[in-house]
């Protein structure tokens, strides 16, 4: 099967270098396999997008030289294709309507640790309260979902147990991530998903919505994530600075460097093509580091 992997950025805030390290890391592990990468904008949550991002993600990625193939595919415009997804999960049984409050999901759960709460499944139970806001959950099994990951080897949840019925259609009307990610990879053609390992929690509910679809399961390489000093994920929240347009070359060859690839120092300074081409060539996803995150 012809290798088709992507990047997919959310226009939420400017790209900064732990995006760089996605998109580099994906972009490498494609063009080495003589694959396909591809763009998709998730500018699914509209009131979150900020004015302009979206354009300047795309001015950014071209800056530094990034090639992608194919028309790129936006989310706000995928919202019959997710409809029809949730309509084939109710058809089969396999979706119900959940009218419950963030403070009654609160309430009900016995689980010690109230930021990681677990849905008890009350409205699998009970009928759903008239004239309340309705999300969609996929009811999850006791059977475990793992996956084997190209970097952090074998990964596993139990779904029903350690994350309960999920969300694939919010409350707001919003179709939840994980349904619109596996809806457009599968799409898109995405036989291989590269990306930070802050996803790999998400990747289990991610291949339980594929099998429930019938969708074929990509592969996965989830690479470390970027940390600040205090440990958190370079972020627009966390303040990461945006990426610097007018010097590609040294933060691209920074992003090999924290993925280990060795770049040679002379790197730093070369013209993009010539340090992609040396990316390319050299690209090893078994230098990797297996951490799933690293300070910069
Ligand atoms: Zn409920």
Redesign the pocket.
Known sequence: MAYVGRFAPSPTGPLHFGSLVAAAASYCDAKSQQGKWLLRMEDLDKPREVVGTAVDILNTLEAFGFEWDDAILYQSQREAAYLEALQQLQTNGLAYP???SRKE?LDSTSHLDKKHTI?PG??LQNA?KPNKPIAWRIKTTSETTQFNDAIQSEFSENLSQEIGDFVIKRADGLYAYQLAVVVDDAKQGITRIVRGADLLTSTTRQIYIQRALNIATPSYMHIPIATNNAGEKLSKQTLASSLNKQQPATQIWHALDFLNQQPPIALKTERLTALWSWAITNWSAAKIPKQHSIMI
């Open positions: 959940c009218t419950c999901i849905y009350t409205c759903i």
